[in-house]
């Protein structure tokens, strides 16, 4: 029980977060280098100046004041080795927080990686995985069987396929073609023959003397049946199968 009035609300904290106070304190440790760097300068500055001041008093024989400069360069010096000595453990711990913090970011880049990592592992599953790739298969094996079937040959007209009908079919057409070739041959021949024997004699007497003064024509060539093209396959046809 609070005996002295109500308690006051506790203010939030103002501290920033952990990425910002770091980039912060290296920050303020650069800037105290910086600082420490001026004095640094300015203490060596002033000890020259003792030192020429020192100079001047023993080229004046002046013994006194030249060691009263020396003394006072001495203790100059000294703030020098205090101030580099403070200025170094300020870089050294600049230079720690600086590799903590990129340790830092490396590491919440690989644990934000690894999280995600197992977020895409939970959602695919090796069991979904296995069972997509089968999936997959079943489809690839169902459309070469689909292509298969539209590449079989159809029999739309009802035609069959038995081989030895359709040689047989063959083998009378081929006779029946042989034999059309011969009778037309054989009509042909006789009809040369019976215009032999029915054409007249020119007389003898009759020719004129010019006429016979002529040098003989040559002699009409036998009547001869041009082979056709299927004529000749047939013929060699049949020549290879008495072979």
């Given at each position: 029980?609070n005996l002295?009035?109500?308690?006051?609300?506790?203010?939030?904290?103002?501290?920033?977060?952990?990425?910002?106070s770091t980039?912060d304190?290296?920050?303020?440790?650069?800037?105290?280098?910086?600082?420490?760097?001026?004095?640094?300068?300015?203490?060596m500055?002033?000890?020259?100046h003792?030192?020429?001041?020192?100079?001047?008093?023993t080229?004046?024989?002046?013994k006194?004041?030249?060691l009263?400069?020396?003394?006072?360069k001495?203790?100059?010096?000294?703030?020098?080795?205090?101030?580099?000595?403070?200025?170094m453990t300020l870089?050294?711990q600049?230079m720690?927080?600086?590799?903590?913090?990129?340790?830092?970011v490396?590491?919440?880049?690989?644990d934000?990686?690894?999280?995600e990592?197992?977020?895409?592992?939970?959602e695919?599953g090796?069991?979904?995985?296995?069972?997509?790739?089968d999936?997959?298969e079943?489809?690839?094996?169902?459309q070469n069987e689909?292509?298969?079937?539209l590449?079989r040959p159809?029999?739309a007209?009802g035609?069959?396929?038995d081989?030895d009908e359709?040689q047989?079919?063959?083998?009378e057409?081929?006779?029946?073609?042989?034999?059309?070739?011969?009778l037309?041959?054989?009509?042909t021949?006789?009809?040369?023959s019976?215009?032999?024997v029915?054409?007249?004699?020119?007389?003898?007497?009759?020719?004129p003397?010019?006429?016979?003064?002529?040098?003989?024509?040559?002699a009409?060539?036998?009547?001869?049946?041009?082979?056709?093209e299927?004529?000749?396959e047939?013929?060699?046809l049949?020549?290879?199968m008495?072979?």
């Amino acid at each position: 029980m609070n005996l002295f009035g109500k308690r006051r609300p506790s203010q939030p904290s103002s501290q920033p977060s952990g990425g910002a106070s770091t980039k912060d304190a290296i920050a303020r440790l650069r800037e105290a280098e910086d600082q420490l760097t001026k004095r640094e300068e300015h203490l060596m500055r002033k000890s020259d100046h003792e030192l020429s001041e020192a100079k001047r008093y023993t080229q004046e024989k002046n013994k006194r004041a030249a060691l009263t400069a020396l003394k006072r360069k001495k203790l100059i010096d000294a703030q020098v080795e205090k101030v580099s000595a403070s200025k170094m453990t300020l870089e050294q711990q600049r230079m720690a927080l600086e590799q903590v913090n990129i340790s830092k970011v490396t590491f919440d880049a690989i644990d934000a990686g690894k999280r995600e990592l197992e977020r895409l592992n939970k959602e695919m599953g090796v069991e979904r995985v296995e069972e997509t790739m089968d999936e997959l298969e079943e489809q690839i094996e169902l459309q070469n069987e689909t292509a298969d079937a539209l590449a079989r040959p159809l029999n739309a007209f009802g035609v069959g396929e038995d081989e030895d009908e359709l040689q047989r079919e063959l083998e009378e057409l081929e006779q029946a073609t042989l034999d059309e070739h011969v009778l037309k041959i054989d009509a042909t021949a006789e009809v040369d023959s019976a215009a032999a024997v029915n054409a007249p004699a020119a007389p003898s007497s009759a020719v004129p003397a010019a006429q016979k003064a002529l040098p003989a024509m040559p002699a009409a060539p036998t009547t001869k049946v041009v082979e056709t093209e299927e004529e000749r396959e047939l013929r060699m046809l049949e020549e290879s199968m008495a072979m």
